[in-house]
């Protein structure tokens, strides 16, 4: 392996070959995880459109089945992921200062929302399951015994299809939690065995970064799935 | 020292050839270069294997019975004709293999920002070509390469979600190589290397690269969506249950439209290398052909609609779709004027990749100006779907993209191995491409005006007489295609040295040796001049 | 139109447009003679250029360097302005063309057309049904109401310069006015699976009196009204929806073509897709003064040529004669 | 490399997070007819901008990172936006002639 002509002086162990300095490789690892950000966009953005059509198209079927979705557990994980979202920023600025204990404690502090946050999405997910709402599983799918849908093939179909972004939605979004969460853990590994220091925290960085993404994409599901119409049953 | 690459009495210099041997060097290589040359093996394959499936077409229209083979093989012959040409073939090619490999040296960079996302997108690329193969092999596709709902996702009763699997995982890799080059176009750059400087062909891949990013995201999702329909049958694409089938071919052209100019692009880019070379002369309003390249990216967005225009999509729709369209025609024009003019008062040389880039400014012109009868509202009811499209996408794609890659191919070739191919067969391989392709594509226009309707296994008699002169145009194509092949293969030994710049071009990448060492630059280099300065003496060849 | 080699046997002769049989056809292909000429006009000149530039500045040796022209703005505005007048030009005309084409006149006589894998089912308010055959009278403009039974077809008269796709689930439509008797290819335009090619047919266009006589023969299931009359007494509607008194739903004469009322406020042209929507999602829209989830949904149980021929009842009833006197729409221009 | 905005700063924006939250469960219980969806999308924005300003430190980063930011909505508007372009205008019908 040919090392590269003309290294820079005082080589930084973390500075890979084909950078120049240690500021152009983070520069350019955060302006990654940026353009990274930005598929994601146009990612749950596709989601969005189609979901944006088929709600003006069954306003009705959606206000009502929305219903299904317990608006308190959607607002809790709001909170928990916003809780998440402001210690994963304090452990990026612990980096930042290097701050090794605050780092590994404030990383400790998100991957525990994180998880808090998985958990009760499962808990939703099982209510779902408990109550034959999973569309994707034949056979389940019947409301002719709730009382608001009367006998009405159209409206179950319609309603499914609010079930169905429900979950391709939020199924999405939890992958990518327990990505974030794996995320979270490495670098927590990483910086327990004192991998950063106040000159190189990039994967600190860039992991903030997306954890904070996938906090903003919850803001928005959160008012679209759970309080369509408006909440008539607060528990 | 014993591999065909390496011969030790030809080729001295250290570069990212002889650098490591064995087949793991070469399938962990974390090398740009390296990694391009994986993508233009695999892409080749493609490549040929899309063009049996085009000669498989071609054989059956030969007569107008549908008697070669059934309906449905036929059906399943253009499916598998399109989505590998599409997906596995126009998008990664210039932009993989030859982006890959020149954009760092343009811009005088080591490597990629990320050299393992680089290769992680060649396998992520693999892996979605074997899915689209195992489709083929399992018993192929039949919904066309569009994927349309409700067919695809209800009707059709093939493997349609094998190779939307295939579609949908080679997607990652474009967006993976999309990402690497806006990261290294704007943080790699060499230092003098200023935004206004870069060679035209960087800042086309750029464009490029800002669409794969943007677009592939969306087509991911739509096909994710035609997936679980038709798994679970959930009712998003089907109207039997709910679902809106327009509204698949919004989010399918949302993302496909501007993939034809992921397509374009950087072919774009190439012509711009290959006419400032070949007439020594730097390009005619460089500010306009980069610019136009960024307003292609971005209005190509804008127009997805004229796809639609008989769907029952809404006339209003229709109206603004159709008014961006022209718009989008107005980039392409500017290059196509300035390419010609930088011609004007040049020294102009006949050279294999100058012949190919002539056919490009030709045929892209008839692509590009067909693509207006397309646009044009009440034309396009007539025309759409008809061979008219047929004849007007492959103009713009063989004629223009193709065209630009084989080009580039020739331009590049004795920079990526260090020989040269033998220049009386190139030529004489250019000619029959540019003579079989006419003679296939150009009757396809007056066959569509005539309504022979695309993707028809059999058809009426009256349209035989041009698809016989498509059939013979093919056979010569596929001769003119095969012949490159042959002879770059023969030149890997046999060509002669070709020397660090055999064309006494500007550009970074023949400042340094060919091929190239490993980090590409023994120093990095420092940029002072404008981009194509044929003008301002070379600078002495270092090296060797 | 063929070329000037007309005279030759019909089998040497290689046709360059195809023939032109309506209204638009014509319309359609001056057009098409416009941006024909405007593209070769512009190819030859970019040929040209090429092709001078490439002899006269050929390399003469090897190490000439030719003075660097940088560009200039203003040929740049030049060539970037006046391509997109020209091509506003085809804006503009396109979509005139493409509007004037958008709704069919009022008088226009009404066709059905159900797509199917694999073939054209075209029924007439007469009573007439025929697969894969069209047939029109010459000099009326004929509207055809396009549905789909299955996947998206596309309903495709190349000698018309006429195309539309069908999208299940929906009503689309397309009208034209035949200017010349004769036989006419009906393509199905947008691929539909195995049999995509054999889902062809053809127009018949014929003389007023031949289509007459055409008419004569046949339709013996009644006309479409009739049809339609029988649907809406077998699938029990007449129970709740009443002709000329208040029942569970709607009344529905002089229901159709008006203005109605919905229980949101808003209103609603009832049309076709107001009239399918009521059948197949009733509860989409309710009219004001009804309630909800009374009427169950008819989606999967009537063919599409059913929900064709039930409309065109109701669209009988539009008009408030007693019943029995009733003329078939689509054939009012002919009174 | 660039300001780091306070702990304090952090707090507040985490405060107002959750009081938005909240918020946005209060209204989604006050029926206002279609503009419920309008106002929780508006908290949503605010929320999703103080994040991006403050938790993800935008405010202080390159004028490149903020038009990527920018870019990433507007073409999400963009794809949004042309789509319901038709949806809005399908059932209009032209009487003939264009405008």
Not at chain 1, 13 to 38: C, I, K, Y
Not at chain 2, 235 to 260: C, E, K, N, R, T
């Amino acid at each position: 392996m040919a090392e590269p002509h003309g290294a820079v002086a005082e080589h930084n162990p973390n500075l890979r070959h084909h950078f120049d300095s240690m500021e152009q490789q983070f520069d350019s690892a955060t302006l990654g995880m940026w353009v990274f950000l930005l598929t994601e966009i146009m990612f749950f953005g596709g989601m969005f459109c189609a979901y944006m059509i088929y709600r003006s198209m069954y306003p009705a079927a959606f206000a009502s089945t929305s219903q299904h979705m317990n608006p308190l557990w959607g607002a809790t994980n709001t909170a928990v992921l916003i809780v998440s979202s402001l210690s994963m920023a304090l452990a990026v600025r612990a980096a930042h200062l290097g701050q090794q204990k605050a780092l590994q404690i404030l990383l400790l502090i998100t991957i525990f929302f994180g998880l808090c946050f998985l958990g009760v999405k499962a808990i939703e997910y099982h209510e779902h399951w408990v109550d034959n709402k999973v569309p994707l599983i034949g056979g389940h799918w019947d409301y002719s015994n709730t009382p608001e849908f009367p006998n009405q093939a159209q409206y179950a179909r319609q309603a499914q299809i609010l079930f169905c972004f429900y979950f391709f939605m939020t199924g999405f979004h939890a992958v990518h939690m327990i990505v974030g969460v794996g995320l979270m853990l490495t670098i927590f590994a990483m910086a327990h065995k004192g991998k950063f220091n106040s000159s190189y925290f990039t994967p600190v960085e860039i992991s903030g970064l997306y954890w904070h993404f996938v906090d903003i994409v919850w803001i928005f599901l959160f008012p679209l799935l759970y309080l369509i119409g408006h909440t008539k049953n607060l528990i | 020292m014993s591999t065909v690459l390496q011969d030790p009495r030809t080729i001295e210099t250290p570069n990212y050839l002889n650098a490591e041997y064995g087949w793991k060097s070469w399938l962990f290589t974390k090398d740009h270069k390296r990694i391009a040359v994986l993508y233009i093996i695999s892409i080749t394959v493609m490549f040929f294997l899309g063009g049996i499936f085009a000669g498989l077409i071609r054989l059956e229209l030969l007569t107008p019975q549908g008697d070669l083979v059934n309906s449905d093989t036929y059906n399943k012959f253009f499916t598998m004709h399109g989505i590998i040409m599409v997906f596995f073939f126009l998008i990664p090619s210039i932009p993989a293999t030859l982006g890959n490999f020149f954009v760092p040296m343009m811009i005088g960079a080591k490597d990629l920002a990320f050299p393992r996302i680089n290769l992680l997108s060649w396998y992520i690329y693999i892996i979605g070509a074997l899915f689209a193969l195992s489709a083929v092999v399992m018993g192929g596709v039949d919904t066309g390469w569009t994927f349309y709902t409700p067919f695809s996702s209800t009707f059709s009763n093939t493997f349609v979600i094998t190779a939307a699997c295939g579609v949908f995982v080679a997607g990652f890799s474009s967006i993976l190589t999309g990402l690497n080059f806006i990261v290294t176009i704007h943080k790699m750059r060499a230092p003098g290397m200023t935004w206004g400087r870069l060679p035209l062909f960087v800042w086309a891949n750029y464009a490029t690269s800002l669409i794969q990013v943007l677009g592939t995201p969306v087509v991911a999702i739509t096909l994710a969506l035609v997936g679980l329909e038709r798994a679970f049958h959930i009712g998003i694409f089907d109207p039997a249950i709910g679902g809106d089938p327009i509204l698949f071919q919004h989010m399918f052209w949302f993302y496909s439209h501007p993939a034809v100019y992921i397509m374009i692009l950087p072919g774009m880019g190439v012509m711009s290398e290959l006419v400032t070379c070949f007439s020594r002369k730097g390009v005619f309003g460089y500010a306009f052909v980069a610019a136009s390249s960024i307003g292609i990216a971005v209005i190509g967005f804008l127009v997805w609609g004229h796809h639609m225009f008989v769907t029952g999509m809404s006339m209003y729709a229709s109206l603004y779709f159709s008014l961006l369209s022209f718009l989008v025609a107005v980039p392409s024009a500017i290059k196509i004027f300035n390419w010609t003019a930088t011609m004007f008062r040049g020294s102009i040389s006949y050279a294999t990749p100058m012949l190919y880039a002539f056919g490009f400014i030709g045929l892209f012109t008839i692509g590009g100006l067909t693509g207006l009868f397309l646009a044009t509202l009440a034309v396009d009811v007539h025309v759409t779907d008809t061979y008219f499209v047929v004849a007007h996408f492959h103009y713009v794609m063989v004629g223009g993209m193709v065209m630009a890659y084989m080009g580039g191919m020739h331009f590049w070739w004795p920079k990526i191995t260090g020989r040269m191919y033998p220049e009386g067969w190139a030529k004489f391989s250019a000619l029959l491409v540019f003579v079989g392709f006419n003679c296939t594509f150009f009757p396809q226009f007056i066959a569509g005006y005539l309504g022979q309707p695309r993707r028809y296994h059999a058809y009426a008699p009256e349209f035989q007489v041009y698809n016989v002169f498509s059939t013979a145009g093919a056979t010569i194509l596929g001769v003119g295609y095969i012949i490159p092949f042959i002879y770059f293969m023969w030149s890997l030994k046999y060509g002669p040295i070709a020397g660090n710049n055999p064309w006494k071009a500007k550009g970074l990448e023949w400042e340094t040796t060919s091929p190239p060492p490993t980090y590409n630059f023994e120093t990095t280099p420092i940029v002072t001049e404008e981009a194509y300065a044929y003008a301002t003496p070379h600078k002495e060849e270092h090296g060797g | 139109m063929v070329l000037p080699w007309g005279g030759l046997p019909k089998t040497m002769q290689i046709p360059l447009f195809p023939e032109s049989a309506s209204t638009t056809a014509d319309s359609v292909d001056y057009l098409y003679y416009y941006l024909t000429a405007v593209t070769v006009v512009m190819t030859t000149l970019i040929f040209a250029a090429v092709f001078i530039f490439a002899i006269k500045y050929r390399r003469r040796s090897e190490d000439e360097i030719p003075a660097p022209i940088h560009g200039s703005i203003r040929l740049e505005i030049a060539w970037s302005v006046i391509p997109f007048l020209i091509m506003l030009t085809f804006f503009w005309w396109g979509a005139q063309l493409f509007f004037a084409n958008a709704s069919p006149p009022a008088d226009a006589m009404d066709v059905y057309a159900v797509g199917k894998q694999w073939m054209w089912k075209i029924q007439y308010p007469e009573g007439q049904r025929e697969i894969n055959e069209l047939h029109v009278p010459v000099g009326r403009p004929v509207k055809v109401t396009l549905a789909s039974e299955d996947v998206i077809h596309s309903f495709f008269i190349p000698a018309f310069r006429l195309k539309h796709d069908v999208v299940p689930g929906r009503y689309d439509t397309m009208w034209f006015n035949a200017t010349k008797p004769g036989r006419y290819h009906l393509f199905c335009a947008e691929y539909c699976g195995t049999e995509h090619s054999g889902m062809v047919g053809w127009v018949t266009v014929m003389t007023e009196p031949d289509y007459e006589n055409w008419l004569a023969n046949g339709g013996a299931e009644g006309t479409m009204v009739q049809q339609g009359e029988r649907l809406f007494g077998q699938y029990g509607c007449v129970t709740c929806h009443q002709l000329d008194q208040q029942g569970r739903g709607p009344m529905l004469r002089g229901v159709y073509g008006s203005r109605i009322q919905l229980n949101d406020g808003k209103t609603i042209l009832a049309d076709d897709a107001f009239i399918r929507e009521s059948i197949l999602n009733p509860n989409a829209k309710i009219v004001a003064g009804y309630k909800s989830d009374v009427m169950p949904s008819f989606q999967g149980q009537i063919s599409e040529e059913g929900l064709l021929q039930l409309i065109v009842y109701i669209k009988s009833l539009a008009i408030t004669k007693a019943p029995g006197t009733v003329a078939a729409p689509g054939t009012e221009g002919k009174q | 490399m660039h300001q780091l905005p306070s702990v304090r700063s952090y707090v507040l924006v985490w405060l107002t997070l959750t009081i938005m939250t909240f918020v946005t469960f209060y209204i989604s219980t006050i029926d206002l007819g279609d503009w419920n969806i309008v106002v929780a999308l508006l908290i949503a924005f605010f929320k999703m901008m103080l994040v991006i300003l403050i938790f993800m430190n935008v405010k202080a980063e390159s004028p490149l990172t903020k038009l990527f930011v920018g870019a990433g909505f507007f073409w999400m508007v963009l794809l949004l936006g042309q789509v319901a372009i038709d949806y809005i205008s399908r059932t209009w019908m032209p009487e003939g002639k264009m405008w």
